[in-house]
T-cell receptor, first 114, second 114 residues
């Protein structure tokens, strides 16, 4: 399976600021996804990061709040904009592997907003 | 409304015995199911999956059973080992595991006691 890294691993931010999270994969992948896990909740898909085109957002998530870039087949970023304490979560990127028909996850970024 | 439910937040099992983790779903369109294991400060790790055309899939100590009529699946770990202590997530999809939105349960924390 692909090796996935995320930066930063954790951060504490002030409300009203923005944070950009990076996801790097060690091989080219077509499908990349961004998930969020709020405290005590399940993982929820934010968006699919499409290479060369705009991301596809799930219901309840908008581009202005969570802009995503996907400049190539090994890298993506998720920005959490104008943060509030409700954005405190673990943010995870994942990649789809069609040979095993599954998704593999990065280690996550733990974000705390004060 | 949660489409994937793991009704037991925690489970404690003696080393060497069987661990049974349960998952219920409500959406009859789900046709692919996955189990992930998550250690603290790490991302979810893929364990095993099952397609709706099967009712059982085995991989070493891990077996997943699917009961479509009851909309229920379970993960059996035999024998349980202390290293299996982690949070286990059930996930479901209506178009495979690699290309779409995985819907997760909230997880069950398994503790295997030596």
């Amino acid at each position: 399976s692909a090796v996935i890294s995320q930066k930063p691993s954790r951060d504490i931010c002030q409300r009203g600021t923005s944070l950009t999270i990076q996801c790097q994969v060690d091989s080219q992948v077509t499908m990349m996804f961004w998930y969020r896990q709020q405290p005590g909740q399940s993982l929820t898909l934010i968006a699919t990061a499409n290479q060369g085109s705009e991301a596809t957002y799930e219901s309840g998530f908008v581009i202005d709040k969570f802009p995503i870039s996907r400049p190539n087949l090994t890298f993506s970023t998720l920005t959490v904009s104008n943060m509030s304490p409700e954005d405190s979560s673990i943010y995870l990127c994942s990649v789809g592997d069609t040979s095993t028909d599954t998704q593999y996850f990065g280690p996550g970024t733990r974000l705390t907003v004060l | 409304d949660q489409q994937v439910k793991q009704n037991s937040p925690s489970l404690s099992v003696q080393e060497g015995r069987i661990s049974i983790l349960n998952c219920d779903y409500t959406n009859s369109m789900f046709d692919y199911f996955l189990w992930y294991k998550k250690y603290p400060a790490e991302g979810p790790t893929f364990l095993i999956s099952i397609s709706s055309i099967k009712d059982k899939n085995e991989d070493g100590r891990f077996t997943v059973f699917l009961n479509k009529s009851a909309k229920h699946l379970s993960l059996h770990i035999v024998p349980s080992q202390p290293g299996d202590s982690a949070v286990y997530f059930c996930a479901a999809s209506d178009y495979g595991g690699s290309q779409g939105n995985l819907i997760f349960g909230k997880g069950t924390k398994l503790s295997v006691k030596p």
